[in-house]
């Protein structure tokens, strides 16, 4: 599995969900570094349950931050988290990604560039972001 190409938006909730949603462009919903650590993944998946009720149309693809916590990882990808962030170095790595083949599910090494709705003056640039990223060729 690839993630799919949609422009990249972090958020730290579901206000920044909702901004980056306004616009009904497809979108890469990005967890903050390590949020499955501070967070966690069991809130990621209700946040995206909610945001995927609310809008019911295709183009919403999510990927939870789970820096080098690979027991987190793992938790994520079992509860059906399809793409994560797992630091390259971290511990038992290797394991993860095996585990995350056998479930269909992928595992970045790297974070996609974004734009993170915490910065104000990212936030303001968003239709462009979202826009630019989506159009054809």
Same mark, same amino acid.
């Given at each position: 599995?690839?993630?799919?190409?949609?422009?990249?938006? /972090?958020?730290?909730?579901?206000?920044?969900?909702?901004?980056?949603?306004?616009?009904?462009?497809?979108?890469?919903? #990005?967890?903050?570094?390590?949020?499955?650590?501070?967070?966690?993944?069991?809130?990621?998946?209700?946040?995206?349950?909610?945001?995927?009720?609310?809008?019911?149309?295709?183009?919403?693809?999510?990927?939870?931050?789970?820096?080098?916590?690979?027991?987190?990882?793992?938790?994520?990808?079992?509860?059906?988290?399809?793409?994560?962030?797992?630091?390259?170095?971290?511990?038992?790595?290797?394991?993860?990604?095996? /585990?995350?083949?056998?479930?269909?599910?992928?595992?970045?090494?790297?974070?996609?560039?974004?734009?993170?709705?915490?910065?104000?003056?990212?936030?303001?640039? #968003?239709?462009?972001? #979202?826009?630019?990223?989506?159009?054809?060729?």
């Amino acid at each position: 599995m690839n993630v799919k190409q949609y422009p990249a938006v /972090v958020i730290h909730g579901l206000a920044h969900a909702r901004q980056a949603l306004a616009f009904r462009q497809p979108v890469t919903l #990005l967890s903050a570094r390590g949020a499955a650590i501070f967070a966690g993944s069991g809130w990621w998946r209700a946040l995206l349950k909610r945001l995927r009720d609310e809008r019911t149309e295709a183009g919403i693809v999510d990927i939870l931050d789970c820096a080098d916590a690979s027991g987190l990882a793992l938790a994520a990808l079992r509860t059906g988290q399809l793409s994560i962030v797992l630091d390259a170095e971290a511990s038992g790595w290797s394991s993860v990604a095996a /585990v995350a083949a056998s479930l269909g599910s992928e595992v970045l090494t790297v974070r996609p560039p974004a734009l993170d709705m915490s910065n104000p003056a990212e936030a303001r640039r #968003l239709q462009n972001w #979202l826009q630019v990223r989506t159009r054809p060729g």
